[in-house]
């Protein structure tokens, strides 16, 4: 298909994965390595609550989110950028409070924030998306010194990554329900451009959902109710793909020590009772390793 790809069927390096630590998340997402912690920090939207795992000690720590919270970044104040149901916000751990700081969709109630992405430069951009998952209402934007742009990124249900190359030149937008994901070049103000399609998805493999570039480029993406995660090369080829337990794994992060270790987090959300008993890990979050690291994750400035 010319500009893109079908999920290659070629026979990538396989993995599986183990659970690390007992959640339970109803939709566990967000997951981000923070260097100055050490830790690993993410997100159960529909709880909704924001969670932090020590891997050295196996701690769990928890504070309760307002609303559904859709993803948090590290800010250079120490406290966090948060994207919650319908707003930016402030989230101090300290305190555990949240503050907000600007409305994104004030037109669309029914749209709540779900995903995000820190470029080199320190634009954040992050994606909305039909809380019913019907309408094409989601949408993304992008925030920079208190700015806030919606991009010329056709709207779709369900908004997922998005994922930036690591020379912040390309960013790569999932379109869960359309079960695709299409490249668009960034120029230096924070324009898209004209798309091309990354990759399309089988009927097999479940739903793209959250996704990340590593230091290479290499795009990572975790399969709703598609038991894997998956690594693409830049032209599309699936590289590595790592097996769950479990159905829906939400998203993907890098980091540890050499930037080698991977965090997943998964979801129960959508499983029935037959479902749930025959995958008592659904939820947990997971772990694996990988041959390319991540890219760290930068604060941004509040």
């Known amino acids: 298909m010319p500009g893109g790809v079908e999920m290659s069927r070629a026979v990538p390096a396989e993995t599986t994965a183990e659970s ?23 997100v159960d939207i529909k709880s909704p609550c924001v969670h932090r795992f020590d891997p050295a000690t196996g701690a769990l720590d928890t504070w309760k989110a307002p609303d559904q919270i859709g993803w948090i970044i590290p800010a250079d104040d120490g406290g966090f950028l948060a994207g919650v149901r319908g707003a930016l916000h402030r989230f101090d751990p300290a305190t555990g409070a949240f503050d907000e700081i600007a409305v994104v969709h004030a037109e669309t109630p029914g749209n709540r924030l779900n995903d995000a992405a820190r470029d080199p430069t320190g634009r954040v951009w992050f994606g909305t998306m039909d809380n019913a998952e019907s309408e094409d209402t989601g949408h993304v934007y992008h925030w920079h010194d208190g700015e806030l742009t919606k991009t010329e990124i056709p709207p779709v249900a369900i908004t997922n990554g998005p994922a930036i190359s690591p020379d912040g030149r390309t960013l790569y937008a ?92 998964t979801a129960a959300k959508g499983l029935d009772d037959e479902a749930l008993a025959a995958q008592p890990l659904a939820g947990n979050l997971f772990t694996f390793r990988v041959a390319i690291p991540g890219v760290p994750v930068e604060p941004v400035t509040l």
């Open 20 to 42: 690390i630590c007992d959640v339970g998340a109803t939709l566990g997402e967000g997951p981000i390595w923070i260097a100055r912690d050490a830790a690993l920090w993410f």
């Open 174 to 265: 999932v379109d869960t329900l359309g079960k695709r994901i299409d490249a668009y070049p960034i120029d230096a103000d924070g324009n898209v451009g004209e798309p091309r399609l990354f990759l399309t998805i089988g009927p097999d493999d479940g739903h793209p959902d959250g996704a990340i570039c590593d230091s290479e480029g290499g795009v990572w993406v975790g399969f709703f109710g598609g038991w894997a995660a998956r690594r693409f090369a830049p032209d599309g080829t699936c590289t590595d793909i790592v097996r769950f337990p479990v159905a829906n794994i939400t998203k993907i992060a890098l980091g540890g020590p050499d930037g080698r270790t991977a965090y997943a987090t």
